[in-house]
């Protein structure tokens, strides 16, 4: 028989597997432009990093499959993007993409598993890798939060697309409420977090939204925006900007 635990699960997996696949505009656009032009790599560095410990923290943790799978999809989503930016980025970006790569997917990543891994008992290996998660995760919310402030200073919702938003608030709302069912607090704090941030960001696109606007004016801001700014995804801005990302993960 199915269970509750079972079916938000799965749910999770669908909603958070969206949100990895949110900046493909933006590689997309990448590869027709064969350069990464002004793009940051930095935000999918961090999020391969961030999947990482929630697949480490899923296969260690009894009955936590479901937080690994999504994240190992995840996972491989944002070797492919980084591999895109390694191949057409500028010289010096491309040095740099490398040697963060080579720190902060590779080196600290091994050195963490390895070590909670052999030094630590069970109880206390799940806690540490629960904690990391937790800390990588609210990083990520970093932005979402650019986002909302746009949307503030700007008055247009332009910059924060109403999907996005709504799969950043479901899939948010499902985790917190996998994360009641298995009395499981490392998947809800952050899940709890983008939640609420989901539910501000509806309410401001009630509150700015504006139907018959003209988007001339914000589309040229746009993409002044994308030559000087890099797009985070997996949280809305474009991951929330055009082209949102969240991250947003369990």
Not at 4 to 10: A, E, K, P, S, T
Not at 29 to 37: D, F, Q
Request: charged content about 15%; hydrophobic content about 50%; aromatic content about 14%.
């Amino acid at each position: 028989m199915i269970s509750l635990v079972n079916i938000f699960g799965v749910l999770g997996n669908i909603m958070s597997g969206l949100l990895y696949l949110s900046p493909l505009p933006t590689f997309w656009r990448i590869v027709k432009r064969r350069s990464t032009e002004e793009f940051e790599s930095l935000p999918y560095i961090c999020k391969l990093l961030n999947a990482y410990f929630w697949v480490y923290y899923g296969l260690i943790k009894p009955d936590s499959l479901l937080v690994a799978t999504v994240n190992m999809f995840g996972g491989v989503v944002e070797i492919v993007f980084l591999t895109i930016f390694l191949l057409l980025a500028p010289p010096r970006m491309k040095t740099r993409t490398a040697i963060l790569v080579a720190i902060l997917d590779v080196g600290f990543p091994a050195a963490a598993i390895l070590l909670t891994q052999f030094l630590l008992h069970e109880e206390a290996r799940i806690d540490v890798a629960g904690l990391l998660c937790v800390i990588f995760s609210m990083i990520a919310y970093a932005s979402p939060l650019s986002a909302m402030k746009t949307v503030v200073t700007t008055k247009s919702v332009e910059y924060m697309p109403f999907l996005l938003s709504f799969i950043f608030f479901v899939n948010g709302g499902v985790w917190t409420i996998y994360a009641l069912l298995t009395k499981d607090w490392f998947v809800g704090l952050p899940n709890g977090t983008g939640f609420l941030l989901g539910t501000a960001q509806l309410i401001l696109y009630a509150i700015y939204w504006k139907p018959n606007k003209s988007s001339k004016q914000v589309f040229d801001v746009l993409e002044d925006q994308q030559q000087h700014e890099p797009l985070i995804p997996g949280g809305l801005q474009s991951n929330h900007t055009g082209e949102v990302t969240s991250s947003y993960r369990s």
